[in-house]
């Protein structure tokens, strides 16, 4: 298990950022880039600020609990880096929607109790012989596919124009991929994350003008992904031709039923 001195400090430091705001407001400022065509406005408060202050935090944190790891040797931390960054990122998304209320408070501390799991399993992956490894490598896909979710639900609630939708959709899909098949596969994909990405970028900008609620929206597009995930991994694997499209079928199948069904 990590340090726990270090792991508390980490935390601490990231959720004390998330706590700020709560007693800090600074005023909404719009930042308006005139580009040929088309007018680019990006909207900036406070949490916006932090956010990107905490994704800083959370990956040099990760990389301070990693490196204490006795089975650690020369390899690149990188990998370690990339859930945790982005879970400190996304948790800043339902906190910046909802008032100040039990219900932001109740978030919060979901949210801290989130990013702790995600750094324990991240420092549990690092050796592949740990008898939890199979576990940890199942909550962190869990956790990034979940993530994802709710990112992809908060960019279609919050009224974005298409190419900030866009701009928010292509990393987030590219990390998730990218991580999902590192997990699962032990080696880095990024011609497949590339890939699931074009892909899944030309279907949101077609679901962007469909009349789907934000969690229909969330839920057919993660169905997608993962199905490609699935796909690519299976591919990867040399699974038999005849049975390796079955469970991506079955996973979009589900996440379909559920988005029709959420009317």
């Avoid at 065509?37 to 905490?54: A, E, P």
């Avoid at 699931?196 to 597009?221: C, D, E, H, R």
Wanted: no cysteine; net charge neutral; aromatic share 12%.
């Amino acid at each position: 298990m990590p340090n726990i001195d270090r792991l508390s400090v980490v935390t601490a430091m990231i959720l004390l950022a998330y706590a700020l705001t709560a007693f800090i407001n600074f005023p909404t400022q719009l930042l308006n880039i005139q580009l040929p065509g088309f007018l680019f406005t990006v909207r900036i408060n406070f949490i916006t600020f932090i956010s990107l202050v905490v994704t800083v935090l959370a990956a040099a944190g990760s990389d301070w609990l990693i490196s204490d790891h006795p089975h650690y040797g020369d390899e690149n931390r990188v990998q370690h880096w990339l859930l945790p960054a982005f879970t400190a990122l996304v948790i800043g998304v339902p906190l910046d929607a909802l008032r100040v209320s039990p219900s932001w408070w109740a978030v919060f501390g979901l949210g801290g109790l989130l990013l702790v799991g995600v750094f324990i399993s991240e420092y549990i992956a690092v050796d592949q012989s740990d008898i939890r490894y199979a576990i940890a490598r199942v909550s962190l896909s869990a956790v990034s596919l979940a993530l994802l979710l709710v990112l992809l639900i908060a960019v279609r609630g919050a009224g974005l124009r298409l190419y900030l939708v866009l701009a928010a959709v292509i990393p987030a899909i590219g990390l998730v991929s990218a991580k999902t098949l590192h997990l699962r596969l032990g080696g880095w994909n990024i011609a497949w994350a590339i890939g699931i990405a074009l892909v899944i970028v030309q279907i949101t900008a077609g679901f962007f003008y469909l009349p789907l609620k934000p969690l229909q929206f969330g839920l057919v597009l993660l169905g997608i992904t993962y199905g490609l995930i699935s796909l690519a991994g299976n591919i990867e694997e040399k699974r038999a031709p005849q049975t390796m499209w079955i469970e991506p079928l079955i996973v979009f199948s589900i996440f379909s039923f559920i988005a029709i069904i959420s009317k």
